[in-house]
Every structure is written in structure tokens, then in C-alpha cells.
């Protein structure tokens, strides 16, 4: 086995939740081992850390699964999978949630995602990899799915030294697979919606539109599948339109609509593109949703990123009518919660309107984050009101 012996007092960080050792922090390594196999974690001094997956190929030397000197064998992970998937059916989930989130469930490169009576996983580093038959048996074991599809198509597995992989792997299905979120039908397509099929991290904030929309006029930017634009409907909006420059993704939330006998009007156009347009015709809605893809995924793109986000809803505020509601987001771990509260300042002096927090929320219950790990907490919710005055 490996040890991994850090440099000084780069131990508290670990110990105080952070779960990946960076190849800088560490002043040596001794013994012997397998790539993606256990290494043993030692402070400077010669105490122990932890332990956890080692991959030299990686800039994460060693991704931490546990602070104990325990025995990380087949037990362990189904321990550690069966205490992930109960504390979501204590917290009430059943139908479709996110069973495994990676480090939050101290699982470090592992994603489970349960979309009805199917699977969709990601195995995203070079330990969960090496482990992929005996995490397969175990969820089958828990879950006894119809099917399980992978996706581990992220570019993140290049970091690891992995190739990227798609396909089902387990029973034979189609991959356009039917669950029900906030009492709503969707089809959901494994195969080529986003992430693991679809965005389950806006569940409950798609279903607090309940609050907001009921006679209202909703614009529903970045709508992908048309969670949000569905649940609008459901709660009484007068009338829903719904955008995004994938037509794939508005076959799709035609066909959702359709399967609740709903009517949404959908417009292929480059969200950008076609805030403009409103702008232009004087065209307002009473509630806009901006839900876009994350504008920055490193540290080296923050600044391009805030810019990106800061534009996009100064052109949302401009089309919500007085009294209305600007309900925006971000998915990007590295737009923190002040520079997006930061930017919603920024953004709201700029468009010339008078505006208060409403609500400001985050990701689903069931991608709850570790406190002392910030990139687990990545999503972040504002709910503006556009004031009369």
C-alpha cells in the first residue's frame, strides 16, 4: 500500500471535510501500490489522516473515502451505498432521486441516479472505475432495477486518465425511461439528456413555482425538458413559453406536455438572442426563469463567466413586468454564493429597476453537500421581485 505523507498542516484541511489531496500538498510518497487502488494518508509528523483512492495521473493525488483506519473492502462501499440510498427515502424520496452523489456521500467518483425503476451511473474516477463490477452488484443487490444505463461521458474522466463511455450495461431497455416528478409524467432520455439524463438537483425548485406563477405569464429560459415550464402549467400560468436552442430538448418537452395535457409554446432560438427580440418588441413576461448551463467550470474562467451571467440577467430583468419575477440560477461550483449575489446586485443596478430578495435557495435534498467540501454546494437559486415602485 501506498502512504501518502503530506507536507505541515495540510492535514486540517482534510480533517476538516475537504476529501481530495492535491499532489502539491503532499511532501512524499512511500511504499508500493496499484493505480486507483487504497493508499494510506499521513500528516507530517507521521499521524494518521485517512484513506482513500490514489492516482498519480491525476492532480487529485488521493480522493479520501474515510478518516478511519478501517478495512476499505467490498463491505465498506456497501455500507457506505445502502446509508446514502436511506437517507433519501427518509427524506421522503422514492420515485427518482440522487441515490449516490460522490464526495457528499463519501464516494468519492460515484454517481447514482434513479429515474423510475432504472439506474443511471457515473464512474468518474480511477478507483470507482476499478470497482465498477463490484458497485454494479451492489446496486442491483439494493435497488433490483429494470436496467442501469452508464454515463460516464465527462470530461472530468480524462483527468483520471479514463476514457469517456456511454451504453446500458445492465437489462435491455430503451433508454427514453417515464418517471414522475412533483406529480407531474416525464420522459427522460438516459442516453442524451444532460448530466445523467436530466437535471433532478431543481426538483423542489421547480416545484416552488407554486408560489409565484398561478395567472401568470412565464418565460422559461434554458427550459431543456421542461421541468420548470411544466410545473408553471401545473400551478396555474396562464400561459408558459419556453426556450432553448436544442431541438432535441423541445421534442422533447412537447411530448411532457402532451403526456399531462398540457399546451407550453416552445422557440428554438439562442436564449441571448432572443431576450433580445422581447427587448426589442417591447415583449414582458410576469415571471422569467433563467436556468442556463454553467458559463464557468474552472478557476481560470470566473471572470468570463460572471460577465456571461451578469448580461443574461440584465436582459431578463428588462422583460419582467412590474410586479413580477426574475427567478435565476446558477449550476457553476466556482461563481460562489457572494459573487452570484454579487452579480444580482450588479445586474440589477444596471437594468434600472428596483428589485428585492424574495427567497434564495439551492440544489435538491438529495445532492445535500458536506460541510468543509465548498464544491459540493454548487447550485444557487435567487428569487427576484420586481418592484411596482
Same mark, same amino acid.
Given at each position: 500500500?501506498?502512504?501518502?505523507?503530506?507536507?505541515?498542516?495540510?492535514?486540517?484541511?482534510?480533517?476538516?471535510?475537504?476529501?481530495?489531496?492535491?499532489?502539491?500538498?503532499?511532501?512524499?510518497?512511500?511504499?508500493?501500490?496499484?493505480?486507483?487502488?487504497?493508499?494510506?494518508?499521513?500528516?507530517?509528523?507521521?499521524?494518521?489522516?485517512?484513506?482513500?483512492?490514489?492516482?498519480?495521473?491525476?492532480?487529485?493525488?488521493?480522493?479520501?473515502?474515510?478518516?478511519?483506519?478501517?478495512?476499505?473492502?467490498?463491505?465498506?462501499?456497501?455500507?457506505?451505498?445502502?446509508?446514502?440510498?436511506?437517507?433519501?427515502?427518509?427524506?421522503?424520496?422514492?420515485?427518482?432521486?440522487?441515490?449516490?452523489?460522490?464526495? @457528499?456521500?463519501?464516494?468519492?467518483?460515484? *454517481?447514482?441516479? #434513479?429515474?423510475? $425503476?432504472? /439506474?443511471?451511473?457515473?464512474?468518474?474516477?480511477? =478507483?470507482?472505475?476499478?470497482?465498477?463490477?463490484?458497485?454494479?452488484?451492489?446496486?442491483?443487490?439494493?435497488?433490483?432495477?429494470?436496467?442501469?444505463?452508464?454515463?460516464?461521458?465527462?470530461?472530468?474522466?480524462?483527468?483520471?486518465?479514463?476514457?469517456?463511455?456511454?451504453?446500458?450495461?445492465?437489462?435491455?431497455?430503451?433508454?427514453?425511461?417515464?418517471?414522475?416528478?412533483?406529480?407531474?409524467?416525464?420522459?427522460?432520455?438516459?442516453?442524451?439528456?444532460?448530466?445523467?439524463?436530466?437535471?433532478?438537483?431543481?426538483?423542489?425548485?421547480?416545484?416552488?413555482?407554486?408560489?409565484?406563477?398561478?395567472?401568470?405569464?412565464?418565460?422559461?429560459?434554458?427550459?431543456?425538458?421542461?421541468?420548470?415550464?411544466?410545473?408553471?402549467?401545473?400551478?396555474?400560468? @396562464?400561459?408558459?413559453?419556453?426556450?432553448? *436552442?436544442?431541438? #432535441?430538448?423541445? $421534442?422533447? /418537452?412537447?411530448?411532457?406536455?402532451?403526456?399531462? =395535457?398540457?399546451?407550453?409554446?416552445?422557440?428554438?432560438?439562442?436564449?441571448?438572442?432572443?431576450?433580445?427580440?422581447?427587448?426589442?418588441?417591447?415583449?414582458?413576461?410576469?415571471?422569467?426563469?433563467?436556468?442556463?448551463?454553467?458559463?464557468?467550470?474552472?478557476?481560470?474562467?470566473?471572470?468570463?463567466?460572471?460577465?456571461?451571467?451578469?448580461?443574461?440577467?440584465?436582459?431578463?430583468?428588462?422583460?419582467?413586468?412590474?410586479?413580477?419575477?426574475?427567478?435565476?440560477?446558477?449550476?457553476?461550483?466556482?461563481?460562489?454564493?457572494?459573487?452570484?449575489?454579487?452579480?444580482?446586485?450588479?445586474?440589477?443596478?444596471?437594468?434600472?429597476?428596483?428589485?428585492?430578495?424574495?427567497?434564495?435557495?439551492?440544489?435538491?435534498?438529495?445532492?445535500?453537500?458536506?460541510?468543509?467540501?465548498?464544491?459540493?454546494?454548487?447550485?444557487?437559486?435567487?428569487?427576484?421581485?420586481?418592484?411596482?415602485?
Amino acid at each position: 500500500m501506498y502512504t501518502v505523507i503530506l507536507k505541515k498542516n495540510e492535514q486540517k484541511r482534510i480533517l476538516d471535510g475537504e476529501p481530495w489531496v492535491f499532489a502539491n500538498e503532499v511532501q512524499r510518497v512511500e511504499g508500493k501500490g496499484e493505480q486507483g487502488g487504497i493508499a494510506e494518508v499521513r500528516s507530517f509528523d507521521g499521524r494518521f489522516v485517512g484513506k482513500g483512492f490514489i492516482n498519480h495521473a491525476s492532480k487529485i493525488l488521493v480522493r479520501i473515502l474515510t478518516l478511519k483506519d478501517e478495512e476499505i473492502d467490498e463491505r465498506f462501499f456497501a455500507d457506505r451505498i445502502r446509508r446514502a440510498i436511506n437517507f433519501r427515502k427518509n427524506l421522503g424520496y422514492d420515485d427518482n432521486y440522487r441515490a449516490v452523489f460522490s464526495e @457528499s456521500d463519501f464516494l468519492s467518483g460515484l *454517481i447514482v441516479d #434513479k429515474y423510475g $425503476e432504472y /439506474l443511471s451511473v457515473q464512474f468518474l474516477s480511477l =478507483g470507482m472505475e476499478k470497482r465498477r463490477d463490484m458497485i454494479l452488484g451492489i446496486l442491483i443487490g439494493e435497488f433490483k432495477p429494470k436496467g442501469i444505463y452508464e454515463r460516464s461521458d465527462m470530461p472530468v474522466r480524462k483527468k483520471e486518465g479514463l476514457e469517456e463511455r456511454k451504453g446500458v450495461i445492465y437489462g435491455e431497455f430503451d433508454p427514453k425511461v417515464e418517471i414522475t416528478e412533483n406529480g407531474l409524467k416525464l420522459l427522460v432520455d438516459l442516453e442524451n439528456g444532460q448530466k445523467t439524463g436530466y437535471f433532478l438537483d431543481q426538483k423542489e425548485n421547480r416545484d416552488n413555482l407554486k408560489y409565484y406563477v398561478n395567472g401568470k405569464t412565464v418565460l422559461d429560459c434554458f427550459c431543456n425538458e421542461g421541468g420548470f415550464s411544466l410545473c408553471a402549467k401545473k400551478y396555474g400560468a @396562464s400561459k408558459v413559453t419556453a426556450v432553448d *436552442i436544442s431541438e #432535441k430538448a423541445l $421534442e422533447l /418537452l412537447n411530448e411532457n406536455a402532451s403526456l399531462n =395535457g398540457f399546451e407550453v409554446e416552445t422557440v428554438a432560438a439562442d436564449v441571448f438572442e432572443q431576450l433580445k427580440e422581447y427587448k426589442k418588441d417591447n415583449k414582458k413576461f410576469d415571471v422569467v426563469i433563467l436556468d442556463p448551463p454553467a458559463f464557468t467550470k474552472s478557476y481560470d474562467t470566473v471572470k468570463e463567466g460572471y460577465n456571461g451571467y451578469k448580461s443574461l440577467n440584465i436582459a431578463g430583468l428588462k422583460i419582467v413586468e412590474k410586479g413580477g419575477y426574475l427567478i435565476t440560477c446558477s449550476c457553476s461550483q466556482h461563481l460562489t454564493l457572494n459573487l452570484f449575489m454579487q452579480m444580482i446586485k450588479e445586474s440589477v443596478l444596471a437594468s434600472g429597476v428596483k428589485a428585492k430578495l424574495v427567497e434564495l435557495r439551492t440544489q435538491s435534498k438529495d445532492h445535500s453537500s458536506v460541510i468543509g467540501h465548498d464544491e459540493g454546494l454548487y447550485l444557487k437559486v435567487a428569487v427576484i421581485y420586481v418592484s411596482e415602485e
